[in-house]
């Protein structure tokens, strides 16, 4: 592993985390895919001397998502639509209720990390596999593949069905460790 043993805490004054939603149905040219920042999180990341002695904490406010971009809509994304959109994931979709990360196992996956945890959103807890990549700089980058419906929340859905949010979203990582 290129992390530098020790207790590293990362937040987004020095690394991002991020959500990406993709549309479907026949109205999704009128809506976006999203870029989701997420802006009051926290992660502490302990490494031993090997992948296996690490340990992975996370927990989020789904209170602080910000809308940064909205993708291949037919017309921009306004102020109020970011608004809105914010107020529907967390009125519908996430109810505020924290979201949060406690790794299980860490092991090495052929130059990629797997790790193993418990994944808590909309008051559901899921096991979850998250694989990122560790540069020999210690940087951290990954994209993990999450289906709503696992933790029991339902994907949105508007103009009576006919616009809707795939079930899997993106949860997007980037991250720079001090390297070992």
Do not use: C
Not at 44 to 67: C, F, K, M, N, Y
């Amino acid at each position: 592993m290129a992390i530098a043993p020790g207790r590293h805490v990362l937040g987004p004054d020095n690394a991002s985390l991020g959500i990406k939603t993709y549309r479907e149905g026949v109205a999704a040219k009128a809506g976006h895919d999203l870029i989701i920042e997420v802006a009051a999180w926290e992660a502490t990341v302990d490494v031993g001397g090997e992948a296996a002695d690490a340990t992975v904490e996370l927990t989020a406010d789904p209170r602080s998502l910000q809308i940064r971009q909205g993708l291949r809509g037919v017309k921009p994304l306004t102020d109020g639509d970011r608004e809105s959109i914010r107020k529907t994931i967390d009125d519908k979709i996430l109810g505020g209720q924290p979201i949060s990360f406690r790794s299980r196992s860490v092991r090495d996956a052929g130059g990629r990390l797997a790790v193993e945890g418990d994944l808590t959103m909309a008051g559901t807890t899921r096991p979850v596999t998250a694989e990122v990549d560790v540069a020999d700089d210690g940087h951290v980058t990954g994209t993990i593949p999450v289906a709503q419906t696992g933790w029991g929340i339902k994907p949105y859905r508007g103009f009576m069905g006919a616009l809707k949010v795939r079930d899997e979203v993106e949860v997007v990582i980037d991250a720079r460790l001090p390297a070992a």
